[in-house]
């Protein structure tokens, strides 16, 4: 295996996740060069089935190992909604920022210390064959009570890291893929596609 296929069209997430794999020293490919890839139904309950679905169904249509994520949003104060829903939370084609309005929105009210929430990515891996390897990560903090910071995408702005004092939206790059739960999950699944391509 030299080479893997990124199973998103998202350019936001394409580009955390290149760097996130970038000295793995297999080059990495995205859904722009494979225009005859489907666009894949993330229709899973859980993080974990929308990301094999994801990476299995692109693996068998572009015949490239293909490595995709999912990511899901937990908060406490709504039994763990909005979930492996995340990315349609305020509904299908809405925007990050309708997504954040609308937690925003159902947090009015809620003391600081109930506002505990996690993000968990899943990610994994698919050969063209079939064969699939999935790592996880996940990153604790609380919902911050109005969006804060400039940097990142998705719910970045709202979610507060209390030992960091900031957002996701207030870390540099450089500060996040240290410390997040796609920088976790794609660290181990990094280690994992060194091991399979220097057995090629």
Known sequence: MKEIVLATRNPHKGEELASLLGDAGIRI???AEFPE????EEDGETCEANAIKKAVEVARATGVTAVADDTGLEV???????GPFAARYA???ATYEDNCRKLLRELEGVPSDRRTARFLTVAAVASPGG??????GV????????CRGERGFGYDPV?????????LAELTPEEKNR???RATAFSQLREHLKVLSSEC
């Open 29 to 31: 490919r995205t859904l």
């Open 37 to 40: 890839a489907p666009e894949v």
């Open 76 to 82: 406490d104060a709504l039994n763990g909604r909005p």
């Open 91 to 93: 509904g299908e084609g």
């Open 131 to 136: 064969e699939v390897q999935i790592t996880q």
């Open 139 to 146: 990153l604790e903090g609380t919902i911050a009570e109005a």
């Open 159 to 167: 979610f507060y890291i209390p030992r960091l004092g900031k957002t």
């Open 179 to 181: 410390i997040s739960h």
